[in-house]
């Protein structure tokens, strides 16, 4: 690459934070009203120019195929008049959501008369960087918008022109609404050097949002100086106890494992209580893999025909697919400890019918999200009741778990005062 | 280096990671009795050795004099029988303070019957790094073992004898309580190379939070994967108004640069409204004058004698002493501007009578903290009322300004089903 080249790609991604930045300071201002009629007039200019969204899509799609991409890649790549119907009502959802911005958190009073408020602001500029799923450009937009936001994406350059598509199509919506159109970029250059560079703009980006793969996710942390949200890996567990009912544990297990082996929340390895074992792991097994899921078990569970040597590696792995590990534990402690060790902190869950085994285990798994007599499934932002997600975060700080819009905001405090000195 | 130390240096760091995490886990167990007995037994030591303590101290301190350490510098470091009193009386009163550990902060139901409960844990392991202020081994130790966090503490070369002392006496006290020794770690090496690997302890840290001057932290954002909790820099304005009361603006403003200047809540440039100034700049600018403030000007201010000419740079220096930069603006939109551009976000106030100012003031400046009639000097978790504080988050995520107990927490989603599936 020439270095005059190189300049121009540089200037034209700070230019594109310097206009972020710019457009986050007049969408801080906005009224809620403002930003909910603004994703209103996106969803329907959605429809309106559905003809070239899908002609664009289709060129993506056509260049995916020519390259070899997977059928599984292709489908989430594609979009269809029912998908953007979705896509479109999905904005004119979270326009119903109550605005979070300007919530009152905190009010108290200091002894020197301080009058003391801790509200809920816009994070800022949100920076996303997904693979080819041109819905995430929409959603992103819409949840930064309706949070206060500007947002600058990074989508794949498989999805380029369906993002590209999108983009404009929200760009002449934000034309007829009060917002700016600033408020949402688009880097049209898709190379490592410029990805590289969005993960350290710290002087335009106050968050990196990375949505996608495992490795995605890991680039974005090594490499990132801009605050990360991590979100995704999912190596969770469903621990079967002594005294779990055996028609639920079955029934969990299963719609743990296979409902939707694809995503971060599914179950990749099942620990089986050895007193529950000894009575019922044949029937767990052969109802796995009656639905075609491929076993690797432990010492114990490879007594049963087809299942495979679990290794340490499986331990760790997340499938993401019709194959599950399966161990069989003395104590529930032991089981805890198997989840403290290989897990990602995302979602586990306990069958039981034992207070203390619930407890213990409630207590002492280190997890976003833990269940009693649930499917680990449950962790999304729409399943917990928060009406959108922009993602699910397995780490501890700032949001842990599914993120709604909440997680797409700061605080900042007010303080009111008549003279106060130190 | 040889290789071979390299390698000892690297698993100690790693090893102290991995004694750090398993004490973690049983951190998240201890009660709150349990936690704030160890806290009284740390204290009561830390009298009990304090002649050992003192001595050790010293050998840094004639360390420091003999490597031509400023007297600045040499007063951080160094401690004696009051100071030591009042790190033992910090710990009591943390000690007092509520465990924020276990608390429900919202429980719901879903219409599929899920009981979901989210409460406050502990984040895990806590990575402190800072420079030679021995006072930050105690406190960062005592608010990360109130919140049940293990923490790793890597202070300054120039402190190590203190920082060992210190230590091994909270080792001390921690052997008579519930609590793990483990729970606190003192990186001895303090090499460079030690603290790089730091930065990318993923597996064992959960958070880093650098304590010290902007260099320090600016070295540990740029190159940490670990999440940082950035504290500090406060490039912080009083604005003041043209309906500013005279008294009231002049000693603010006084308070907000003067009181002490070497902090981060202290004030770094005055923005004066043009009406004010043409009646009463002559009058601040002598006050700060009197108190010894060099004053940066810009051409309005220069008129008056002994201003020097303010340059870009002023703008956006935090001086930290007894210097000044004075702007004169005539609107407060261009003081909001101003300080959008050149300020860290940390506190800024506006003096003012008039309701529109105020009230776009505090709507349009982006900082942690905006104070009305209110010297910045109040940004403290300690004025707030939080009864410690781990340091003043300058950045967005997770915590924003003066960082209290519940900044060292994280949360986690409990959720009670009955056999539910998706």
Redesign the interface.
Known sequence: MSGVLETVQKDSLIEKGRKAKAAA?IM??MTTAQKDEALRLISAQLLKEQEFILGENEKDVQAGRGAGMSESLIDRLKLDESRLAEIASALRQVAELKDPVGEVLEQ?E?PNG?Q?EKIR?P??VVGMIYEARPNVTVDASSLCLKTGNAVVLRGSSTAIHSNKALVSVIHHALEKSALPIDAVQLIEDTSRETAAQMFKL?NYL??LIPRGGAKLIQTV??NA?V????TGAGNCHVYIDDTA?VD?AL??AL??KT?RPSVCNSCETVLVHQAWADQHLGQLIDALQQQGVEIHGDKAAQQWDGVATATETDWATEYLGLEVAVKVVDTTGEAIDHI?TYGTKHSEAIISETDDSIVEF???V??????????T???DGF???FGAEIGIST????A??PMGLPALT?????????????
């Open positions: 300071a801080a201002q108290w200091r301080l003391m602001v994070l800022g710290n106050d968050v942390v090594s100086t605050p990360v949200l991590e009912d639920m029934k969990i719609n743990a409902q403290n409630f207590n002492k280190d997890a976003a999200a833990v269940y009693h007599n649930a499917s499934r449950f962790t399943e917990f009741g780490q501890k700080l700032h842990r778990g700061s605080t900042k405090y007010l303080i009111r005062g008549n003279g106060q000195i130190k």
